[in-house]
């Protein structure tokens, strides 16, 4: 086991992944709130969703686009993305020498330190709601808390096919939402990082009296605390440099990303991820 060993220059790129284009959601609080940092995004597009698969192989493709980032030089790596933060991180952290965080613990701290009636619930992929890791990481700190998970395994695919604020979206979060509802939750933590990108929609079903919590804020809160703490902040505010990468379909994503993030994405490269072993 390695753990973190800084030997990095500060104007080093950030690497940030997810399986698709949810991880752009954490890259855009990334930019809102330490616009000098640049950034490195992977979108494992080939292979997602993430959610439905195993441990092992989240654990698997996560070393893959780990090595794929600490092969362009970057100084941190965020996993933007639930499931491999559940399943994954851990393991993967402990075998690289740069600062690496998630967005569970985030988010659930946010949750747990906000709620009124300490009733949650949390949304997520099949895997990130089987692996418990919200309710621990939630009772943790605060055990007073009940947590209520819901797995909505057809929202990934709805907002990668831009399916954003439509009729079948709203009927599916009405449908997995509505078990939620009637547990009288004050707070919904939207636990995957695609789930922002429907939030108007998921606003609609619950109302105005839930709070929604969006990880990917406290995420870039948490970045930029990391890269304080090791000295590793830039503040050179580098001009537009970000790269974007996929496993598939550059062109669409590049669509996408453009209709998300507050800066131009210029270009982006269809990578063989399976290549680098
Ligand atoms: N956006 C991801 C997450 O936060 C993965 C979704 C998927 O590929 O299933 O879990």
Redesign the pocket.
Known sequence: MKGVVINMINTAPIGVF???V??LTVVKEIMNQIPGESIIYFGDTAR????SKSRETVTRYTRQIVRFLISKDVKAIVVA???ASAFALETVKGEVDIPMIGVVKPGAKVAAETTKNGRIGVI??EG?IQSGIYSEILSKTNPKVEVFGKACPLF?PLVEEGLIDDPVTREMARRYIGVLLDKQIDTLVLG???YPLIRNTIRQVVGDNINLVNPAYETAKSLAEVLERYGLNNDLRPKNNHRFYVSDGADKFKKFANTILPCEVMETKDINIEELG
Not at 48 to 51: A, E, F, R, S, V
Request: hydrophobic residues 10%; charged residues 5%.
């Open positions: 997810d399986s698709g949810g991880g997602l969703p993430y959610g993305c639930n499931t997520g992929t990130t990934v995957c990082t695609h």
